[in-house]
Each structure stands twice: as structure tokens, then as C-alpha cells.
């Protein structure tokens, strides 16, 4: 059996043999394009609304203006990408 050298400062303990885990970093992408609401929710934009608007109707237009809420088969990439763990 190995043991671990340690050395406590503080209220910490530093140990000399094992590298410290990398933080997940957020997907600087996902933090543009979606928002987590308070109740965990994500909502991001409607998906047809960026180009060929002439041929949409006005309501339509509207209605593709407000953010949606993503949905079941995707939440769980985006909340990985956003670094919301579980």
C-alpha cells in the first residue's frame, strides 16, 4: 500500500502526489446562445428565425422572436456544456 504524503496549511491539506482534477470550463458557445432560468429551466432561440423572413408571416416572425424552451432531447448537452453537472 502507497502512502500519500500531505502537508497541512490552515485549513487545507496540499498532497504532494496526486495532480489536482482540471475544472470543467464552460462552453463559451452555449453561454451565448442559452439561459437558465430560475426554476433550472434552459431556454435558447427558436430554430428558422435568422434568414429567409420574407416569405414568414409577421405573426410567425413574432412569435419566433421570443426564446423557447429547449427541449428534453437536448437539455442534457447543453446543461454538460454550460457546466451544470446534474
Known amino acids: 500500500m502507497r502512502q500519500t504524503k500531505t502537508l497541512t496549511r490552515g485549513t487545507g491539506s496540499v498532497c504532494f502526489n496526486k495532480r489536482p482534477v482540471p475544472k470543467m470550463k464552460t462552453h463559451s458557445g452555449a453561454k451565448k446562445r442559452f439561459r437558465k432560468t430560475a426554476t433550472g429551466k434552459l431556454r ?3 430554430a428558422y428565425s435568422s434568414h429567409i ?3 414568414k408571416s409577421p405573426k ?3 412569435r419566433m422572436a421570443r426564446p423557447v424552451e429547449i427541449a428534453p432531447s437536448d437539455t442534457r448537452t447543453v446543461r454538460k456544456l454550460l457546466g451544470g453537472g446534474k
Open 53 to 55: 423572413l420574407e416569405k
Open 44 to 46: 435558447g432561440r427558436r
Open 60 to 62: 410567425r416572425k413574432r
